[in-house]
Structure formats: C-alpha cells, structure tokens
C-alpha cells in the first residue's frame, strides 16, 4: 500500500500488534490497523461467525461458518495488502502464552474474559494496553502504559459481569459504534507510536455526543 497520505503523522511499520478478539470492535479495528500500516498483526479469537454478527461487525455473509480471524484475515488481505497477519483460532486465558508485541488490544464482552486476558498481558508485557468495550451506542477505552499500570488492575479487580445490566437482545450492538470505537483504537495507536498518549478512561456516548477523558493521575488521586 502506498501510505503517503498519513506518513507524515505517523509511521506504524515497526509495531507489532495483538488483537483479542475479532468481532464487534475486532473487526473493525483489525481493519484500520491493516491500513494504517501496521508491521503486523497478531489475532486471537475462538469464535465462528454466525448470521447475527453480519449486521453489527465488518464480515460478510459468506462468512458466515468460518472461523472469525480467517474472516478478518481473508479481508485484511483484500483490503489491505502489504500487512503480515498471524492467526489463533483459540480463547486467551491467564495461562495463554502470548507472542511478543508493541501494543495488546482485547476486545471482549465480559469482564471475566478481561480478567483471563490481563493475566496474560502482564507476562507478555507490551508497552501499551487497550482495553475496548462497547454497548450498543457506547464506547469505553482503558489505555495503560505497562510502566504504570496499577490503577487499571486495581480498576478491573472491583469490576464484576454481575453488576453489568443485561440488556435485551435487540440492544446488543450497532455497526455505527463499532466503525467510531475503530476509529478511536487507531487514534489511540497513533498517539502510542508518535509518544504523545496518556493512560486514561475514555468515555463516548454515540448518540448523545458526549466525550470524556479521565487521565490516569485523576484515577490514582481518587483512589488515594
């Protein structure tokens, strides 16, 4: 790909990334990350795709029944061509010894599985963490600098999936939310690559436009 369009604000050729999850958020993401150039990308999820994720996640109908990082990877390739893609087809848990990379990104729906997830990360010690979750018209970012990282482990150990409410099943997810948490996961990448990036909470209400950045010191000065 010819990146003369955005070289000048960034050069992503030398990160290693990994992406947990390719569904909702992942797919998208996988995407944006693939044109903006990244080095490579690693993708884990353990999932088929199935007719319901059509509407809400960047697959296609003729995915459906395959594996979602063969999906994403088959997409990338038509879409992006010149980006180095590894794929597992399996579910990371605290026990999953994942790869070396620049930045973690999951983009899972429990907080079970982002408990499992950390486990891992913190034995794989990326610079960068990118924890992406998502409702049907809301998007939340934790970004967490591995040198620094107390304040979201303290964070994800109080969270629990039973004080989530459960929302039916028709307000899931949305394919607007989906492309504006992309967006703002590569915007984060961004600011990782070019040094200007802050652990922090980002908030955004899709559809009644409020944004929101709690930085990390924030976090620590109300804990303590």
């Known amino acids: ?17 990994t992406l947990i999850g390719t569904g909702g958020i992942g797919a998208m993401t996988a995407l944006t990350l693939a044109k903006m150039g990244i080095g490579k990308l690693i993708l884990y999820d ?9 509407p809400v ?10 594996a979602k990082v063969i999906a994403v990877e088959r997409a990338i390739c038509e879409y992006a061509d010149s980006i180095a893609i590894e794929h597992w087809f399996q579910k990371v848990v605290s026990g ?8 973690t990104i999951s983009a899972v729906d429990s907080i ?24 049907a018209e809301h998007f939340q970012m934790y970004a967490v600098d591995m040198d620094n990282s107390s304040w979201y482990e303290t964070s994800l150990a109080a969270q629990d999936d039973r004080k989530i409410p459960d929302e039916p ?42 944004l929101s950045c709690l930085p990390m010191q924030t976090i620590k000065n109300n804990d303590s």
């Open 46 to 54: 353990p999932d088929l795709v199935e007719a319901i994720n059509i």
């Open 57 to 66: 996640q960047f697959l296609k109908i003729s995915d459906v029944g395959k």
């Open 1 to 17: 790909m010819d990146h003369t369009r955005h070289i000048g604000i960034y050069d992503a050729r030398h990160y290693v990334i």
């Open 169 to 210: 099943c028709t307000y899931k997810a949305t394919i607007y939310t989906a492309c504006t948490a992309a967006g703002h996961i590569g915007a984060a990448v961004r600011r990782i690559i070019t040094g200007c990036q802050h652990s922090e909470i980002l908030n955004h209400d899709i559809v009644g436009e409020h």
């Open 96 to 103: 999953t010894q994942l790869a070396p990379s620049h930045i």
């Open 112 to 135: 079970w599985a982002r408990k499992e997830i950390w486990g891992s990360v913190k034995r794989q010690i990326p610079m960068w963490y990118i924890d992406a979750r998502m409702s």
